[in-house]
């Protein structure tokens, strides 16, 4: 088997173009979160907590040697910190729904067959002598 026909083989596997639909999406959902932390979460945050924007927040820790100020910016950090707990929220519900459509359905019992209430019937009679 030729590398071509093998990769060919890799490639079409369910569970490898189920991967890169998810990481395409995936990529497009981070996106998504991202504006929505940036731009309609943490503005209001920042504004109820005086009028703060988060990306700004830093502190000078130094300079380059170029004269360029080195920063520890915490701030994209909290805004990072927020992305994630929104994502990891978002995909846990979307499992907690898949993990419910798994479920199965509760069903009745199935009522014995006469062998099984007869054998019931013999077994419940020989517990009595």
Do not use: C, H, W
């Given at each position: ?41 943490m ?76 054998l ?10």
């Amino acid at each position: 088997m030729g590398m071509a026909s093998e990769f060919k083989e890799f490639a079409m596997k369910g569970s490898v173009v189920d991967l890169a639909v998810g990481v395409v999406i995936g990529g497009a959902f981070g996106k998504i979160v991202n504006s929505l932390v940036a731009d309609v979460i943490m503005p209001p945050i920042g504004l109820a907590i005086g009028g703060v924007d988060f990306t700004d927040l830093a502190v000078q820790i130094g300079t380059s040697p170029k004269g360029a100020p080195v920063l520890f910016k915490y701030g994209a950090f909290i805004q990072t910190v927020f992305e994630f707990l929104i994502i990891a929220l978002a995909l846990f519900m979307v499992i907690k729904a898949i993990n419910r459509l798994k479920r199965p359905s509760p069903t009745l019992p199935v009522p014995p067959t006469k062998t099984e209430a007869l054998l019931q019937d013999i077994r419940d009679q020989l517990a009595k002598r």
